[in-house]
Structures are given as structure tokens and as C-alpha cells.
């Protein structure tokens, strides 16, 4: 059975966690991962970049599993984290739109898939055949010797040839049962900016590692405390909690995301945090109801989205809604989701003075050390 033979071949190359968004053609592959790795299961392919670099840099190794059309949803968070930062990322991408393709919607972008790597410079791996398994491992071993992504376009006939595996019995939940909420929180016109929170919570922190969400928030994590544990991301909008997941399933160390209400309403993440309910995971949203780094433009927060209601809808049960410096003192056991109420402004700080790179091994060296 060809599915396994290939999940044979991750295991021998070290891989223990596999984030699948499954596709039909591979439906056997991905019903036997979670009989042989940790699964994480994805609702979008991009988070899958960001929890296996986080994945990474805790010491995992990590395959994305997807149809090729999810790089298209992929492209800029692999490119500007994974490649930024000199990360290691395996693709191994379901090939659509170019062999017996029946959808014409799966065509224009698939067919170019190629010629848009090239043009990326990333690195990538045609797979057609079934006696090209070995190519696989090609796959995985550069991405990890090389610190990069690599893409292993999987075309449809490397599956042909054998019966479609035996695949166990599907499993699922329950699906009878009561869904009640009791919930009440009145919003306050709220006092505080990021900088006044990130003070307070900056101020508080021992031993935790922190993801610090893209732009000025990043900037304003390094001028109130500075650490090595501090991981600044520098672009990868929507990744802050994808990170921390990976970072909070891959060590024991606590894992704090600081992330915001803009970054959080354009991820699909908080159902997988939920899901895999890591009890070292922190998500503080810094809610100031705007597009901080890019001029202040109102997000749907700002008068009509609860955070933290949106939160609890995901599943995660340990929730709180902050507005003043008390900030730090609602955290418990997680997940945790700390729904902090600002008002929009930033402080008048400057870049931070280190390269991508710096960042990462700086990093890396604390939280492993």
C-alpha cells in the first residue's frame, strides 16, 4: 500500500507531526496520519505554516500536507516567515489542475504552480511515478538540511497502480448534544493603548516565551522588555497564533501570543487551538478595534465583533475579558484566551536593530536551552 510506504518513509526521516488539510485523491494518506504521527489538523492551509514553524523551532520536525491549490492561499506567509527567517518547511502538495483534472476551476492557477515557485525561488520536486518515492525524502531531507521550504508536487498517477488502501473505520463524535453559553460583558471606553498594555504584561513575564504579532506591536514588545525569548515577527499577517501553537505543542515552556484583533479575524486558527487544547498556550488579543501598523483603519471589532465571544464560539473554554492593568492577572492554565479592550495608537518607537536571523537563534537558543 503505497500511503503507507510514504508515511513509512517521513517516519524514518525523523518526522513526528504531520498538518494535513486533506483532498480526496489523498484521503487514504491522511486517514492512516494519525495512526503513525501527531496530526494537526488545519481549516486553511497558511496556518499550517506558521504552526510548523513554530513546530520547528521547538525542536519538531514537521511535514504540511495540502492540495497545491492551498499554496496559492500559502505563498506570502511562506515566504516572508519560512524564508525571512531561514526555516525549514517540507510541502508535500496534492498536484491539481494538470493530469485528469474534471474541475475547471482547479486549472489556471494549479497548471502555473511551477512557474510561480520558479519565480519565488523555492525550491520544488515534480513526483509522477509510484517508483519515485525516493523523491520524497529528497523533499524533507533539503528542507531540513537547507533551512527552507520545499514544495513535492505530487501528481495524481504516482498513486496509481495499486488498490486504494484499506482505510480504518472513521470515527466520529458525536454530534447530539447541548450547546449553551451564559454570557454577559459590558464594553467600557477603554483607557489603555498597546503600548500601556504590553507595558504591564512585559513588566510580568518570568520564564515564557512570547510571539510578538507583526509590525509596530513587534517594535513595541522590544523597546518595553526585551528578551531573548521574545520571537518578533517582521511581517506573516495572521501567523502570531499559528506560531505559538506550534511553539506550545512541541515544548513544556509557557508560550505567550501577543496577537490582535485584525491578525485574529483573518485566521482560521482558533477551532485548531481548540482542538489540540495545549495547557501552555496563552493568546493575548490586544483589541484596538483598528489596523494599527497601517494607519489605524477601523477592524470589525471596533463596534460589532467580541473577541472573546468569537473565542468561545472556537471551542477554547478558558476565557476573559480585561479593560484596565489586570491584564496579567486573569491568566490561567490554557488554552487561555485574554481578550484585552484598547483604544487604537501606537507608540513612537523605533525598528528593531536585529536581522531576521539573529532573531530566530537567539530564540531558538533560550527556549531550548
Not at 525571512?84 to 508535500?92: H, N
Not at 454530534?175 to 510580568?204: H, K, Q
Not at 471551542?315 to 479593560?323: A, D, N
Request: hydrophobic share 40%; with cysteine.
Amino acid at each position: 500500500m503505497r500511503e503507507s510506504c510514504v508515511l513509512d518513509r517521513l517516519s524514518a526521516l525523523g518526522v513526528d507531526t504531520v498538518a494535513p488539510l486533506p483532498r480526496d485523491r489523498t484521503r487514504g494518506l491522511c486517514a492512516l496520519i494519525p495512526e503513525r504521527f501527531r496530526a494537526v489538523n488545519l481549516n486553511r492551509e497558511e496556518d499550517g505554516v506558521g504552526i510548523c514553524a513554530g513546530l520547528a523551532m521547538g525542536g519538531g520536525r514537521s511535514v504540511l500536507h495540502m492540495q497545491s491549490s492551498g499554496l496559492g492561499n500559502s505563498l506570502n506567509g511562506i515566504m516572508s516567515l519560512t524564508v525571512t527567517f531561514g526555516l525549514p518547511l517540507p510541502v508535500l502538495a496534492s498536484w491539481r489542475g494538470v493530469y485528469r483534472e474534471a474541475i475547471p476551476a482547479q486549472v489556471p492557477f494549479n497548471r502555473a504552480v511551477p512557474e510561480v515557485l520558479a519565480a519565488l525561488g523555492m525550491a520544488f520536486t515534480i513526483i509522477r511515478d509510484p517508483g519515485d518515492e525516493e523523491l520524497i525524502d529528497a523533499v524533507v531531507r533539503d528542507a531540513y538540511d537547507s533551512m527552507r521550504p520545499h514544495v513535492g508536487l505530487i501528481l495524481p498517477s504516482f498513486w496509481e497502480g495499486e488498490e486504494e488502501a484499506c482505510l480504518p473505520e472513521q470515527v466520529f463524535p458525536t454530534r447530539a448534544r447541548e450547546s449553551a453559553i451564559e454570557y454577559r460583558r459590558t464594553f467600557r471606553n477603554p483607557v489603555m493603548t498597546w503600548n500601556d498594555a504590553i507595558g504591564v504584561i512585559a513588566s510580568a513575564l518570568d520564564g515564557e516565551a512570547v510571539v510578538a504579532n507583526i509590525g509596530v506591536p513587534s517594535k513595541e514588545v522590544y523597546a518595553a522588555n526585551d528578551r531573548d525569548t521574545n520571537f518578533y515577527m517582521l511581517g506573516s499577517y495572521t501567523q502570531a497564533t499559528p506560531i505559538g501553537l506550534g511553539l506550545a505543542l512541541e515544548t513544556d515552556r509557557d508560550i505567550v501570543v501577543l496577537d490582535g484583533d485584525g491578525s485574529l479575524l483573518g485566521t482560521a486558527v482558533l477551532p485548531v487551538v481548540a482542538a489540540e487544547a495545549p495547557e501552555n498556550l496563552t493568546i493575548v488579543c490586544l483589541d484596538n478595534g483598528a489596523f494599527g501598523s497601517t494607519g489605524n483603519q477601523p477592524t470589525p471589532a471596533s463596534g460589532l465583533v467580541d473577541m472573546e465571544l468569537l473565542a468561545r464560539a472556537a471551542g477554547i473554554r478558558r476565557t476573559c475579558k480585561v479593560q484596565d492593568e489586570e491584564a496579567w492577572e486573569s491568566r490561567e492554565r490554557g488554552p487561555t484566551f485574554i481578550h484585552v479592550v484598547l483604544k487604537p495608537g501606537n507608540a513612537p518607537v523605533g525598528n528593531i536593530p536585529l536581522a531576521p536571523g539573529e532573531i530566530r537563534e537567539r530564540f531558538v537558543r533560550a527556549i531550548m536551552g
